[in-house]
Structure formats: structure tokens, C-alpha cells
């Protein structure tokens, strides 16, 4: 059986690659350049923009998995697009969406990303096609609490600063969260629609300190910044690219929570993530 996995090099197709190979499957690496890929890798050159070559690449697939990467938007809804286009013509047997933590299962929320958006785009387009397809839909990942100005004073001061409030409820989930749901939405074709990742309920601040004060070995606290404070924290590592950043945890200070619904992994497929002590352990933090 034979998946194809886009962003195979990134921090979510990388692991997804990885538990699909463990566990014996052909997994094939789509990427821009596989020449940084080891050379026993099987590996393929796409382009998301290139409908003619994506569809090359998924012809006879067992399974697809795709996520759009951090750009404009029009460049995004081109891309979107050209996936669902390939997707209609190569007919895999399979195709597994990540929202990258954008919020697609919640309509009645000021942060739900629009109808015209890159993401509801590749949504609609691809599970028009008939294909079987599932999207899987984390929030926040924990792997942002690793940035250095976040896990540097966690170490350091005993301090986790972060920017939201100390009793703002996350539904936290890792990169090694989402693979597992991936992997199992792309064995099992069962389950369709959306699935939610995540902790539920959501964590609040004094449980990613809690974990945190358990993983260091010292007493940590976490304390709430304002998204300018943080903004100016990432600004000489992410430089504009911080903007961004900067705007999102704005929008989520004017709502009272980041929780998943009841269409989760943990109800959907018996997945529940990682206690935070744990994800933290498996990295030898």
C-alpha cells in the first residue's frame, strides 16, 4: 500500500512519514526538492501549484495526506485548487486534510476561517470530488511552548509566559498527536468529515505549568503576556512573520476558550493525546 505524504520534511509530515514506515507501509515522501532526502528515501518532486504533476504523483495511491503551507492566500486558494484537481483525476482510494490549526468545526466562532479561505477551499473542493476524505483539525500546537523565549524563562526564571490568560482553556495537542490521527485516518477510511485534536476539556495555564514544574524538575508558574509583549519576544527570529502571529492570539484574547467539539479523536477513534508530562518526557525534557 502505497501514501503519499506532502511536507514530509516538515514538523507534520515528518512524523507521519515515520509511523507510516515503522509500521511497514510504502510511505512517499512529496516534497519541492527530495535532493535533502536520504537516498534510500522514496520520495517524489511536486509543486503545489501543478495540478498535472500532483495528479501523477496520486495516481494508484492507497492514501494522500496534505496541508497547505504558511503563504498569501490567493497563492493558497490556487493551491487548494490544484489538489482538488489532481485529487478528481487521480481518484486515490484516500485523502486525510490538516488544518494546520485553523479553525474549520466551528461555525459559530468569530475565529471559524471563511467560506473563500485557502483551507475551506481545499475542504469543500476535495470532499466534492467523492473521494473519501477526512480532515483532521487540531488548535494550538505544543510544540510553540518550545520557542526559546517561552521554554528559556521556563527553565531559567521558573516562569512560563505565554499569551493568553492564565484560566484561557486549549485544547493542546503536538505534532506527534496529530501523526497518530493521521496515520489511523489513513488506514482506516471508516471515519469521514472532520476530527477534531486535542485535550478536552481544554488545559489552562496552571496544567501546562503543573507539567511543565514536573518535566524540569523545579517549581514553574505560568504567567499571561499581552500578544504585543509576545510579538516583540518572536519579532528577531520570526521577523515579519510575527505580525501574524501577533494577530492570532489578539483574536483569540477577545474569545473565552480554544476547545474542540464533541466530534474528536478521542470519540471518533478511542486517540486521546498525550498528557503534556508525557510529550514532554518523550522529548527527554
Do not use: C
Not at 512517499?28 to 511536486?46: E, F, I, K
Not at 497563492?75 to 494546520?100: F, K, L, N
Not at 488506514?187 to 485534536?197: I, K, R, Y
Request: aromatic share 4%; glycine share 10%; no cysteine.
Amino acid at each position: 500500500m502505497t501514501y503519499i505524504i506532502h511536507g514530509a520534511t516538515g514538523a507534520q509530515g515528518s512524523p507521519v512519514l515515520n509511523l507510516l514506515q515503522q509500521a511497514g507501509h510504502e510511505a512517499v515522501a512529496a516534497v519541492r526538492d527530495p535532493s535533502g532526502l536520504p537516498a534510500a528515501a522514496a520520495s517524489v518532486a511536486v509543486d503545489l501549484s501543478d495540478a498535472a504533476a500532483l495528479a501523477e504523483a496520486y495516481r494508484g495511491a492507497d492514501g494522500v495526506f496534505v496541508h497547505l503551507p504558511m503563504g498569501a492566500p490567493a497563492d493558497g486558494r490556487g493551491q487548494a485548487a490544484a489538489i482538488a484537481a489532481a485529487v478528481a483525476e487521480a481518484r486515490p482510494a484516500r485523502v486525510v486534510i490538516s488544518t494546520s490549526g485553523q479553525i474549520v468545526d466551528a461555525p459559530e466562532s468569530p475565529l471559524q476561517a471563511a467560506p473563500d479561505s485557502a483551507i475551506m477551499t481545499l475542504i469543500d473542493s476535495v470532499t466534492a470530488t467523492g473521494v473519501s476524505t477526512a480532515v483532521v483539525a487540531p488548535r494550538l500546537y505544543l510544540e510553540n511552548l518550545l520557542l526559546p523565549v517561552v521554554l528559556g524563562p521556563a527553565r531559567g526564571e521558573g516562569v512560563l509566559r505565554y499569551p493568553l490568560p492564565e484560566s484561557f482553556p486549549v485544547s493542546w495537542s503536538s505534532h506527534l498527536d496529530v501523526a497518530d490521527v493521521v496515520v489511523r485516518l489513513l488506514l482506516d477510511a471508516s471515519v469521514t468529515g472532520t476530527v477534531a485534536v486535542g485535550h478536552r476539556p481544554g488545559l489552562v495555564g496552571a496544567d501546562l505549568a503543573g507539567a511543565f514544574s514536573t518535566g524540569l524538575g523545579k517549581a514553574v508558574g505560568y504567567e499571561g503576556i499581552s500578544p504585543t509583549a509576545f510579538g516583540a519576544l518572536i519579532a528577531p527570529m520570526f521577523g515579519p512573520a510575527a505580525a501574524p502571529v501577533v494577530g492570532l492570539y489578539q483574536a483569540l484574547n477577545a474569545t473565552d476558550g480554544n476547545v474542540i467539539g464533541e466530534n474528536n479523536a478521542q470519540a471518533l477513534l478511542e486517540l486521546a493525546p498525550r498528557p503534556v508530562s508525557q510529550w514532554l518526557a518523550d522529548l527527554g525534557i
